[in-house]
């Protein structure tokens, strides 16, 4: 399976700021997704970046709100932008085993706290 | 678009009991059906999965069987351990589309 560097870890954010997560992957991948875990529930996907493409956002996800790059085919960044407490949750990135996206591999996640 | 219900969102048994976690989904192009154990503070992951092609699959006291026509997939884990406790999600995939399941909060008892 793919190894994902997710950075930062956490982070305490002040309302109205901005915060880019990064994800670094050690082979090349054709799709990345992006998630949102809030505390005690399930993972909701915000948006799938392709590399060369815009981002595909999920129905309840804005590209303002969640500005996505997809340089190269290991690496994509996701920014929360003019964070609210709301916006607090853990945020995952995470690729599939292969081009089909098949067996999913998840970043370690960056618990975000919005004060 | 898909969407995938699982229950019980808790299960607690005892050491050495089997643990059965059910899902169903609604999208019938779905072809591809993981599942992921989540612990406390740490990432999903993936521990076993199946295609649409299969029926049943197991490894080890793992295994995960798969009903196509009446759309639910389970669960099974036997001879259950303290370490088995976590948190388990399912998930169904159609076209790189991966819709995930509430979660179960399975506690074994020592």
């Known amino acids: 399976s793919a190894v994902i560097s997710q950075k930062p870890s956490r982070d305490i954010c002040q309302r109205g700021t901005s915060l880019t997560i990064q994800c670094q992957v050690d082979s090349q991948v054709t799709m990345m997704f992006w998630y949102r875990q809030q505390p005690g529930q399930s993972l909701t996907l915000i948006a799938t970046?392709?590399?060369?493409?815009?981002?595909?956002?999920e129905s309840g996800f804005v590209i303002d709100k969640f500005p996505i790059s997809r340089p190269n085919l290991t690496f994509s960044t996701l920014t929360v932008s003019n964070m609210s407490p709301e916006d607090s949750s853990i945020y995952l990135c995470?690729?599939?085993?292969?081009?089909?996206?098949?067996?999913?591999?998840f970043g370690s996640g960056t618990r975000l706290t919005v004060v | 678009g898909e969407n995938v219900e699982q229950h019980p969102s808790t299960l607690s048994v005892q050491e050495g009991d089997s643990a059965v976690i059910k899902c169903t989904y609604s999208?019938?192009?779905?072809?591809?059906f993981p599942w992921y154990k989540q612990e406390l503070g740490k990432r999903p992951q993936l521990i076993i999965d199946i295609r649409s092609n299969v029926g049943e699959k197991k490894d080890q006291r793992i295994a995960v069987t798969l009903n196509k026509t009446a759309k639910h997939f389970s669960l099974h884990i036997t001879e259950t351990q303290p370490e088995d406790s976590a948190v388990y999600f399912c998930a169904a995939m159609d076209n790189n589309d991966m819709r995930f399941g509430a979660g179960t909060r399975l506690t074994v008892k020592p």
């Open positions: 995470s690729v599939g085993k292969s081009e089909t996206g098949y067996g999913y591999t």
């Open positions: 999208d019938s192009a779905s072809n591809y």
């Open positions: 970046a392709n590399q060369g493409s815009e981002a595909t956002y």
